[in-house]
């Protein structure tokens, strides 16, 4: 059974509150939202199912992924979504007025947002941890039932 990325996506979306994406039309959202998933992947590397199989252009996993996988995939969006979008200088510019930007210490600037991917790793650890041991599907590889 497949798993469509639209699944992952609803995830990704629950953790970020964005009205950029929102005003976004269809099409360029799932071409970014499928950047950050591809992006994302790359930090979920204790993987039991095959995340690296899937249909582009499908739109799906080629696989059926747990509850607890779409939920680190998710996360692993979000980081990448950082790292792409809230990094970005300009970004940071138009949320705050010429003169808030202007006075805001960017000393402060780089902290939170060395806080906030930190607060999001941590995340990612805590699931995957988690998911590394989840002893069912652990007994279901040794034939147990």
Not at 77 to 86: D, K, P, Q, R, S
Request: net charge negative; aromatic share 12%.
């Amino acid at each position: 059974m497949a798993t469509p990325f639209v699944e992952v996506y609803d995830v990704f979306l629950s953790n970020i509150h964005s009205y950029k994406l929102a005003e976004m039309d269809e099409i360029n959202l799932e071409e970014e939202l499928s950047q950050w998933l591809f992006g994302g992947m790359s930090y979920f590397t204790i993987a039991r199912t095959n995340i690296y199989n899937f249909s582009k252009s499908m739109q799906e996993f080629n696989c059926d992924l747990e509850f607890l996988e779409k939920q680190i995939l998710g996360k692993c969006m979000a980081l990448e979504y950082l790292n792409t979008h809230l990094m970005d200088e300009k970004n940071l510019s138009s949320a705050l007025n010429s003169k808030d930007y202007r006075t805001y210490s960017p000393a402060k600037q780089l902290e939170a947002l060395i806080k906030t991917r930190a607060s999001i790793m941590k995340e990612i650890d805590t699931l995957m941890s988690r998911y590394s041991y989840n002893t069912v599907d652990i007994v279901k590889m040794f034939g147990g039932s």
